[in-house]
């Protein structure tokens, strides 16, 4: 490949990344723990935009317990997001890996 098609190729790639990344910003994903009783959005920028808890869980002796499930579904929803931004990301880069992209 020479130079020129490889630079033009570069530039492609890095405008579809600045794409993806701004669609990534606007897409959230959702996780639940205890069968519903807490639920966590996140968007696919690696922000929490809500968490949501049934007034069911709430029992004051049982604090630490809604600590964990809200735990538990805010690192599930990180977990979906970084998953998104990557799968999205790869299909940009072919695989290629960019170092501080991700």
């Given at each position: 490949?020479?130079?020129?098609?490889?630079?033009?190729?570069a530039?492609?790639?890095?405008?579809?990344?600045?794409?993806?990344?701004?669609?990534?910003?606007?897409?959230?994903?959702?996780?639940?723990?205890?069968?519903g009783?807490?639920?966590?959005?996140?968007?696919?920028?690696?922000?929490?935009?809500?968490?949501?808890?049934?007034?069911?869980?709430?029992?004051?002796?049982?604090?630490?317990?809604?600590?964990?499930?809200?735990?538990?579904?805010?690192n599930?929803?990180?977990t979906?997001?970084?998953?998104?931004?990557?799968?999205?990301?790869?299909?940009?880069?072919?695989?290629?890996?960019?170092?501080?992209?991700?």
């Open positions: 490949m020479n130079p020129n098609q490889l630079m033009k190729q530039m492609r790639i890095q405008a579809d990344m600045a794409r993806i990344q701004e669609s990534l910003a606007q897409r959230t994903v959702e996780a639940v723990s205890g069968g009783a807490v639920k966590v959005t996140a968007k696919c920028d690696q922000s929490i935009v809500a968490i949501k808890i049934s007034p069911d869980a709430v029992n004051p002796q049982d604090v630490p317990f809604l600590e964990d499930l809200v735990l538990t579904a805010v599930s929803a990180l979906q997001a970084k998953e998104t931004a990557t799968r999205e990301m790869n299909a940009v880069t072919k695989g290629l890996s960019i170092p501080g992209l991700m």
